[in-house]
């Protein structure tokens, strides 16, 4: 009997799981922004409040740790720039 190995096309031998679900449209933000939203800026929307909810947490602890958190909320807030978010 012969060996036969089963091989995939280049382009997709290089995308892993998490890169192609990256890039798949959000059907549930498109809807509601009404333009096309993929996982990874829904994610970048995610990390955003995130920041911005432990911002609001540190505000009512001291002042170095509400920088800290207003650091953190400032690059994810570039980051969703840099994401394709508007």
């Known amino acids: 009997m012969k060996n036969q190995?089963?091989?995939l096309p280049v382009l997709e031998a290089k995308k892993s799981t998490f890169s192609v679900w990256c890039e798949k449209e959000n059907q549930?933000?498109?809807c509601v922004?009404?333009?096309v939203v993929t996982n990874r800026?829904?994610?970048l929307?995610?990390?955003a409040s995130l920041a911005f909810s432990a911002l609001v947490c540190a505000g009512f602890v001291s002042a170095v740790p509400a920088l800290l958190c207003?650091?953190?909320?400032?690059?994810?807030?570039?980051?969703c720039k840099k994401g394709g978010l508007k």
């Open 5 to 7: 190995t089963a091989t």
């Open 45 to 47: 929307m995610a990390h």
């Open 70 to 79: 207003l650091a953190w909320f400032v690059v994810s807030l570039h980051l």
């Open 41 to 43: 800026q829904v994610c």
């Open 33 to 35: 922004l009404e333009s």
């Open 28 to 30: 549930l933000f498109s």
